[in-house]
C-alpha cells in the first residue's frame, strides 16, 4: 500500500531527526561538564602558578596564601575525638527528624529512610555521630574489599548517585532494602550536583554500619572536599548545617579518605569506580596507605617534620613548593613529553615551555627562600634537599609513606574512562586519570586472573554500557542526571554465576508520561540554554573571531564561517553545523550579520545594563571558578568574605587570566553588593544574582525586575541589582 | 525548512562539510566510521527522506565488499554528495501525507482507530517495529476518544520539525 510506506516513510525520517537532536545534545552536555571539569584542573594550575611567581608583598598577603595551602589534618586520635564530641552537640525538644542511637538497628537505617522520603533533616549531633562510627568502621577495611557470592544469594552493583536521593530510594524500593541476603555495592560518587547528597552519605553510612558484611562502599572520585567546593557538596552542607556545617565538612575529609578503593567478587569480577590504566597493580593498590591520599586533584607531598613548617609560617609557601623542589627531575620531565606515558603528573601543564619556565622561576624562588632564611632554617634547608637526590626520578621520592607512584594508582582507579582504540594515554578531559583500551583491559583481566570489569564514573543514556567485548560494564545509577529525561539509571545484579542482569529506571514520574518527543526537546533546550550561555560568555572572542573572517568589513560571515569561527573559540568539538539552525535564526542570503546575532544574545542573558556586559561576561565565564576561590577562602564556612579578600582575589585571578577590567569597576561591584556596609561580602548573594539573570530568562520576559543605580536596595534578593 | 534550502544554494564544500558533521556525531570511536545501522539516521537527518528500501540500496552502495558493519567516511560522502545535490528522496509535502492518511480512512470519518493504524503500520508498506509503533501512538493517539485524529496529528508534527 504505498499510503502505508509513504507515511512510514516519513515518520521514520521524523524519528532519525529526533536522533540525531538526541545525540547533538548528550555532546553539548558530556563536552561542557568536561570542560567544567578541565576548569577545575586550570584552577589548580593557577594555584601553582601563584605559589611560583606570587612574591607576597605584605604579611597580609603572604598570609592569605599561607592559609590557602597548608592543610591541617587531624591526624592524631585524640584530637579526632575532640573534634567529633557529638555528645556537646544538643538536640532540642522541638526537633522531629529520626533520632539515632548506638549500636545501630536495621530499624534505625529503615527509619531514616523513611524520614528522608518525607524530606525530614537528621539532626547535625545525629551526622556527626554517624559520621564518627563509619569512620571507626572504615579504618579497619582494606584497600579491597573482597566479597563472595557465597554469603549472599546475589550482590546488586549501584554506580554514581551525585546527591540524588530519590534514584536511592527508587533503587531501595525496586530492588529491597539491603539485608544479609541481599548485598549491595555501592560503586562512589555519592555527593555532589544534586541535592539530596548529604541524605545519601547517611543511609548509605548507616546501612554499612548495620550489616558490615553485606553493604560494601568503593570511594569514587568526588568523595574528596577539594572537588566537593566546586560541585555542590560543600554548599549542600554549609546551607543545611548552618552552625555544625564546618564541623561536618572537616570530619568529611577523614572519613572519606578511608572508603576503600575497589572492590573483589569472588576473586573475578573488579568493581572500581573510574578504571584503569596500563600500570595498574592490586598487590601496589593493597599496599599502600589509602587514608594518605586525601584528595585526588593534586599532588601534595607531606613535609616530614609538619611541626618545622608550621612553627615558622613565613615559610608556608616553602610548602608546595616541595612538590617541584628538585630542579632536576622536572627538566627531565620534558624529554619524556613527546610519550605521553601516564607517569606525567597531572598538575603539570604539559607544555614545555610552561615547565622549563616554571622550573626556572622556581629554582630562582628557592634560591631567593633559601637567600633569605639563610639564618633562621638552614639547617632546614640542607635537611629537605638531601632527601630528595638530584638522580632520582619523581617517583621513587618517599615521604611519608605516600609517593607519586602511590597516588597515581588511585587517581588513575578514580578518574580513568575506557576508550574503544588500543593503549593508554592521558585523560586530558578529565585532568586526571587515563584513557584505557582494550588491550590495557585484557592485560589486566589476566594479569589478576579477572572476568571482567564493572565501573561507573560516566553518565550513559541507557544507565549502562558494555564495552571492551564485554568485559567492562559501565552502571550508572542517576537517572535523569542531565536533565528530566535525559538518561535513565540502572544497577546490575551478580548471582553466583557472575553473569550481570542489568535493571533500568528513571525515577520521575513525569517523564513515563512524555513522549519521545517531548522529552527531548526538554533535555534539548536545557542543553541548548547551557550552551548559549557559554557562547555569550566568550562574545568578545568570539566578535574576533568573526571579524577575522569578514575582512572586506560587511558584517557578514557567511554560516560555513560561523561554524568555524565558534569551534576555534569554544574548543568543545560540537557538530556545530547541525547545531546551527538551532542557533542562528535569522539570515539574509545565507548571509549571518553577526553583530547583531551577538547582541541577541546578550540581550538574552542580561536583565539589567547596571554592569557593562563586558564585565558581565567575564564574570559569567569564569563564575564557577570565582565560585571555587571563594569557598576556599572562605576558610571557616561563614558564607562571608571581606571586601579586600574579595578585592584581591580578583586583582590576583585576573593577572592570572590575563582578563582587563579595572580596579574601579570591580570595587563598584563589590561595594554594590556589600548591602549593608560592614564591609564583607555576602558570597551568596553574589552567586545568587547570576542565578536571577539566569532565572529572568527562562521566567516571563516581561517579567519587572527593577535595576537600582544605588546600592541601598533594602531587598536583598535583587543580588546586583 | 532552512536545512532544504541550503542544500540547493551552498557551495560544495560545504556540502560536505555539513555531512561530515553530521557524520562525526556518530562516529564513536573518531576513526571515520559509523555503524551501518546508523546510516538511515544521518541520512534522514540530512534532509532525506528515503523508505526502507531506497535506503538499503544506498547502504550497498557504500559497504565493502566483504561487509564489515562499518561504513568508512571515504565511501559515504561522495555518494551523499549526489544524493543531496541531486535532491533525492526528497521530504513529502504535507498535503500529500494528509492524502495518505485519508486513503487508510476508509470511512472518511477524520480519524483512524487505534487498531486500524496499528494494523496498516505493522502489516502494510514496510512495517513498524513494535517498538516503533507504540511511540507513534503515544504521540499520535487521542486517549480520550482512542481514536487518531490525524489532521490534529500532522499539524503538531509539522510544527515540531520546524
Redesign the interface.
Known amino acids: 500500500?504505498?499510503?502505508?510506506?509513504?507515511?512510514?516513510?516519513?515518520?521514520?525520517?521524523?524519528?532519525?531527526?529526533l536522533?540525531?537532536r538526541r545525540?547533538?545534545t548528550w555532546?553539548i552536555f558530556q563536552s561542557i561538564e568536561y570542560a567544567g571539569q578541565q576548569d577545575q584542573v586550570k584552577l589548580h594550575d593557577f594555584f601553582s602558578y601563584l605559589v611560583d611567581h606570587f612574591t607576597p608583598s605584605s604579611h597580609n598577603e603572604r598570609d592569605f596564601l599561607s592559609c590557602m595551602f597548608t592543610e591541617k589534618r587531624l591526624l592524631k586520635d585524640p584530637e579526632m575525638e575532640k573534634y567529633c564530641d557529638y555528645e556537646s552537640i544538643e538536640v532540642p525538644d522541638y526537633y522531629t527528624g529520626p533520632h539515632v542511637s548506638f549500636p545501630l538497628l536495621p530499624d534505625h537505617a529503615t527509619a531514616l529512610v523513611e524520614a528522608f522520603k518525607q524530606k525530614k533533616q537528621l539532626h547535625a549531633r545525629y551526622v556527626v555521630n554517624i559520621l564518627h562510627e563509619a569512620r571507626n568502621h572504615l579504618i579497619q577495611l582494606p584497600n579491597i574489599n573482597r566479597i563472595s557470592t557465597c554469603y549472599s544469594e546475589e550482590i546488586t552493583v549501584c554506580g554514581d548517585l551525585h546527591g540524588q536521593l530519590d534514584d536511592l530510594i527508587f533503587i531501595f524500593y525496586k530492588n529491597g532494602l539491603p539485608s544479609p541476603e541481599r548485598s549491595y555495592v555501592f560503586n562512589g560518587d555519592f555527593v555532589d550536583r544534586g541535592k539530596g547528597s548529604i541524605e545519601i552519605l547517611m543511609i548509605l553510612f548507616a546501612f554499612m554500619l548495620v550489616y558490615p558484611k553485606e553493604f560494601h562502599l568503593n570511594r569514587g572520585n568526588h568523595e574528596d572536599h577539594i572537588v566537593n567546593l566546586r560541585y555542590g557538596f560543600t554548599k549542600e552542607v554549609m546551607h543545611k548545617y548552618k552552625v555544625h556545617g564546618k564541623k561536618i565538612l572537616k570530619m568529611l575529609q577523614e572519613v572519606f579518605c578511608w572508603l576503600p578503593l575497589a572492590t573483589l567478587i569472588d576473586g573475578k569480577v573488579l568493581i572500581i569506580h573510574g578504571g584503569i590504566s596500563d600500570k595498574t597493580n592490586l598487590e601496589l593498590l593493597e599496599k599502600l596507605e589509602r587514608h594518605k591520599i586525601i584528595s585526588t586533584m593534586k599532588y601534595t607531598k607531606k613535609p616530614e617534620k609538619e611541626k618545622l613548617v608550621e612553627e615558622s609560617r613565613s615559610s608556608s609557601p616553602w610548602f608546595p613548593l616541595k612538590s617541584r623542589s628538585v630542579p632536576s627531575s622536572p627538566l627531565r620531565l620534558s624529554p619524556q613529553k613527546g610519550s605521553r606515558s601516564a607517569s606525567i603528573p597531572c598538575s603539570f601543564i604539559p607544555n614545555r615551555k610552561e615547565i622549563s619556565k616554571r622550573v626556572r622561576k622556581s629554582v630562582q624562588l628557592e634560591l631567593e627562600k633559601c637567600r633569605q632564611q639563610v639564618g633562621v632554617s638552614e639547617f632546614k634547608v640542607q635537611e629537605e634537599l638531601p632527601l630528595l637526590p638530584p638522580e632520582s626520578e619523581l617517583d621513587s621520592c618517599d615521604l611519608e609513606g605516600v609517593n607519586y607512584e602511590e597516588w597515581k594508582q588511585v587517581a588513575d582507579i578514580l578518574w580513568s574512562d575506557p576508550m574503544?582504540?588500543e593503549g593508554c594515554k592521558a585523560n586530558t578531559a578529565r585532568g586526571e586519570g587515563c584513557y584505557f583500551g582494550p588491550n590495557v583491559t585484557e592485560q589486566m583481566l589476566q594479569r589478576h586472573n579477572l572476568q571482567f570489569l564493572i565501573r561507573s564514573h560516566e553518565c550513559k543514556p541507557e544507565g549502562y554500557e558494555f564495552c571492551h567485548n564485554r568485559k567492562v560494564l559501565t552502571i550508572f545509577s542517576a537517572s535523569n542526571y542531565y536533565e528530566v529525561g535525559s538518561n535513565r539509571g540502572a544497577y546490575v545484579k551478580l548471582g553466583r554465576d557472575l553473569i550481570p542482569h542489568i535493571v533500568q529506571y528513571q525515577a520521575n514520574r513525569a517523564t513515563h508520561t512524555l513522549?519521545?518527543?517531548q522529552r527531548i526537546?526538554r533535555v534539548e533546550e536545557s542543553a541548548l540554554r547551557a550552551l548559549r550561555e557559554k557562547l555569550f560568555a566568550h562574545s568578545s572572542s568570539l566578535l574576533g573571531a568573526f571579524k577575522s573572517y569578514d575582512l572586506d568589513g560587511t558584517n557578514f560571515i557567511?554560516?560555513?564561517d560561523w561554524?568555524a569561527a565558534v569551534e576555534s573559540v569554544l574548543h568543545l568539538g560540537l557538530?556545530?553545523?547541525?547545531l546551527r539552525?538551532q542557533l542562528v535564526t535569522h539570515t539574509t542570503n545565507?548571509m549571518l550579520e553577526y553583530k547583531s546575532w551577538l547582541n541577541d544574545l546578550a540581550k538574552e542573558q542580561l536583565s539589567h545594563e547596571n554592569i557593562q556586559s563586558s564585565l558581565l561576561e567575564v564574570l559569567y565565564r569564569n563564575r564557577s571558578n570565582l565560585e571555587t576561590i571563594f569557598r576556599i577562602i572562605d576558610s571557616d564556612h561563614s558564607g562571608l568574605i571581606s571586601f579586600d579578600e574579595f578585592r584581591q582575589i580578583w586583582k590576583l585571578f585576573s593577572s592570572h587570566m590575563n582578563i582587563d577590567i579595572s580596579d574601579e569597576s570591580i570595587c563598584d561591584l563589590a561595594r554594590s553588593i556589600d548591602f549593608n556596609k560592614d564591609g564583607n561580602i555576602d558570597i551568596n548573594e553574589f552567586l545568587e544574582a547570576f542565578r536571577l539573570v539566569e532565572q529572568s530568562y527562562l521566567e516571563d520576559k516581561d517579567s519587572e525586575l527593577k535595576t537600582s543605580e544605588t546600592s541601598d536596595s533594602s531587598c536583598s534578593s535583587q543580588g546586583i541589582h | 525548512m532552512?536545512?532544504d534550502k541550503?542544500s540547493g544554494?551552498?557551495g560544495l564544500?560545504?556540502i560536505q562539510?555539513?555531512i561530515k558533521?553530521?557524520f562525526?556525531?556518530?562516529d564513536?570511536?573518531?576513526?571515520d566510521t559509523v555503524d551501518v545501522r546508523e546510516i538511515?539516521?544521518?541520512?534522514?537527518?540530512l534532509g532525506?527522506?528515503?523508505?526502507?528500501g531506497e535506503l538499503h540500496d544506498l547502504i550497498a552502495e557504500v559497504e565493502e565488499e566483504e561487509p564489515t558493519g562499518y561504513i568508512r567516511l571515504e565511501k559515504f560522502l561522495p555518494m551523499m554528495v549526489k544524493v543531496l545535490l541531486e535532491r533525492r528522496y526528497r521530504?513529502?509535502p504535507e498535503d500529500?501525507?494528509l492524502?495518505?492518511?485519508e486513503?487508510?480512512d476508509a470511512a472518511k470519518e477524520g480519524f483512524l482507530t487505534k487498531e486500524e493504524l496499528m494494523k496498516?503500520?505493522t502489516e502494510?508498506?514496510?512495517?513498524?517495529t513494535q517498538e516503533?509503533m507504540e511511540?507513534?501512538l503515544?504521540?499520535a493517539l487521542d486517549p480520550e476518544t482512542n481514536t487518531i485524529q490525524y489532521r490534529d496529528y500532522l499539524a503538531m508534527?509539522v510544527i515540531?520539525?520546524n
Request: charged share 30%; proline share 7%; aromatic share 10%.
Open positions: 500500500f504505498k499510503a502505508a510506506v509513504l507515511i512510514q516513510r516519513w515518520y521514520r525520517r521524523y524519528i532519525a531527526r536522533e540525531m545525540r547533538c555532546s574503544p582504540q513522549t519521545m518527543r526537546s557567511t554560516l560555513s561554524s557538530p556545530w553545523r547541525v539552525p545565507n | 532552512a536545512d541550503d544554494e551552498m564544500q560545504e562539510k555539513k558533521d553530521a562525526e556525531v556518530f564513536h570511536e573518531s576513526n538511515g539516521t544521518i541520512i534522514r537527518s532525506c527522506c528515503p523508505s526502507e521530504p513529502i500529500l501525507l492524502q495518505a492518511f486513503v487508510l496498516y503500520m502494510e508498506g514496510e512495517p513498524f516503533e511511540e507513534m503515544s504521540a508534527m515540531d520539525e
